[in-house]
């Protein structure tokens, strides 16, 4: 399956990106996708030569992600618009990450660290910060829920306060590891030890386009502001 452009097709028009399904025999993938935190995608860059893929096996992303008709024998995963279920999914490592993170941060502490009244003051804002992150979870799995059982695709108001929210999630869960990183000091950069590898690939969750903070808050508070009323989600 592979993410590409398809300059001439029918709907190239509405949607640059298309879902191309080919053969993995007829392209060649490029041993280029390396990112820290990334390996166990499954993402590779690929490169075809010359490869003609029927309008048949080519697939506008805005209709896969888009509502299907309704038929009560499926989940309502197969009939609501994907993308923010996709978008929401993200949070689930990231979010256990963080926790691995504290778990870790915690089995490393000699005794002497243990015992220093800062290190338990740190351990506590996370774990605090890990717990209310962990409520705003169950709250964006809920509204999703909530909405699929009801078969209600989410309003545009009611999408923005998710993206909102996931990366005011995100947002907090870097924090909560980033404490723990800066006081267990540079002995916890080595590549072995487990915090860092936490660190590594909750920095890379953190990155990805549907978490990102200035875009998130930046597009509910100008909505916010244009409705004129308080948002109470």
């Not at 191309?20 to 490169?47: F, K, N, P, Y």
């Amino acid at each position: 399956m592979l993410n590409a452009p398809c300059q001439n097709h029918p709907a190239a028009w509405h949607t640059p990106r298309f879902l191309v399904l080919v053969a993995a025999q007829d392209i060649e993938r490029i041993d280029s996708w390396d990112s820290c935190g990334m390996a166990a995608t499954g993402s590779h860059d690929v490169q075809a030569h010359q490869l003609l893929v029927p309008h048949e096996r080519v697939f506008a992303l805005h209709e896969i992600f888009a509502q299907r008709p309704s038929k009560p024998e499926i989940d309502y995963i197969d009939r609501l618009p994907l993308a923010p279920f996709l978008a929401t999914s993200i949070i689930g490592p990231l979010f256990g990450c963080a926790e691995g993170a504290h778990d870790a941060f915690v089995s490393a502490l000699t005794d002497s660290l243990a015992s220093d009244p800062r290190i338990a003051e740190q351990v506590a804002h996370s774990a605090a910060q890990l717990h209310s992150a962990g409520l705003l979870y169950d709250s964006l799995i809920s509204r999703l829920h909530e909405a699929g059982i009801h078969d209600q695709a989410l309003s545009t108001c009611q999408l923005l306060r998710l993206r909102r929210d996931r990366a005011y999630l995100a947002r907090q869960c870097v924090q909560a590891v980033q404490r723990l990183v800066g006081r267990l000091g540079a002995s916890s950069l080595a590549a072995g030890h487990p915090l860092q590898r936490h660190w590594c690939d909750i920095q890379a969750i953190a990155a990805h386009r549907d978490l990102a903070w200035s875009d998130a808050m930046l597009a509910c508070g100008e909505a916010t502001l244009r409705n004129g009323s308080h948002d109470q989600a």
